[in-house]
């Protein structure tokens, strides 16, 4: 069965940085985008941008350049999101969700990370 | 920018009624191309991630009881649940797809 599995909540300093991973199981990882959703406190999801995992090539929202970088080791199946110049405001569960291909890529997404919690706090 | 509108923001219901929750999309979301609709249905519980429950706007995911449909076209969409079960109370998202993906809101759905 499909499986995106994060890795652990984070507590950190403004200005530090964070790697979050998630690792995919039960399929073929290259077959389907790998997409990055920040969820606030008491806030809906917001889209980040999402990775090709076949050509490793990163697309971010205009609101997520420059801090936020995708990247990838497929030789693990896995995708990381790191966060530079951490803020308090970066203060979000982050997940990974796959997207959906239905005879084309499209972008909703079918499984989704269990998520992880990033704190910044002093 | 599309901007996805869900109403109402919270809604009680009573176990084994019906619940139906409206998303308004300021743009088209119907592709001339293929005429599908490019919107999305999610559940979120309580320290879990979304579910994909709907997408196409009224195509059942694999494993969706039935008792969840989607309907509508162009900029009007609802998810109606049809015999509420306490397992459903949840938030509720719409999402678009048909441009940058932006999901609504949210509507938090309770027993009455």
């Known amino acids: 069965q499909v499986r995106l599995v994060q890795s652990g909540s984070e507590l950190k300093n403004p200005g530090a940085s964070v790697k979050v991973s998630c690792e995919a199981s039960?399929?073929?990882?290259?077959?389907?985008?790998m997409n990055w959703v920040r969820q606030a406190p008491g806030q809906g999801p917001e889209w980040m941008g999402w990775?090709?995992?076949?050509?490793?090539?990163?697309t971010y929202v205009q609101s997520f350049r420059g801090r936020f970088v995708f990247s990838l080791d497929p030789s693990v199946s896995t995708a990381y999101l790191q966060i530079s110049s951490l803020e308090p405001e970066d203060t979000a569960v982050y997940y990974c969700?796959?997207?959906?291909?239905?005879?084309?890529?499209?972008?909703?997404?079918?499984?989704w990370g269990q998520g992880t919690l990033v704190t910044v706090s002093s | 920018d599309i901007v996805m509108t869900q109403s109402p923001d919270s809604l009680a219901v009573s176990l084994g009624e019906r619940a139906t929750i409206n998303c308004k999309s300021s743009?088209?979301?119907?592709?001339?191309?293929?005429?599908?609709?490019?919107l999305a249905w999610y559940q979120q519980k309580p320290g879990q991630p979304p579910k994909l429950l709907i997408y196409?706007?009224?195509t059942r995911e694999s494993g969706v009881p039935d008792r969840f449909s989607g309907s509508g076209s162009g900029t009007d969409f609802a998810l109606t649940i049809s015999s509420l079960q306490a397992e459903d109370v949840a938030v509720y998202y719409c999402?678009?797809?048909?441009?940058?993906?932006?999901f609504g809101q949210g509507t938090k759905l309770e027993i009455k």
């Open positions: 969700a796959r997207g959906a291909y239905r005879g084309g890529d499209y972008y909703f997404f079918d499984y």
């Open positions: 039960g399929y073929t990882f290259t077959k389907n985008s």
């Open positions: 990775i090709n995992t076949d050509t490793g090539n990163p």
């Open positions: 743009q088209n979301l119907l592709f001339n191309s293929n005429n599908k609709n490019y």
């Open positions: 196409w706007a009224s």
């Open positions: 999402q678009q797809y048909y441009t940058t993906p932006l």
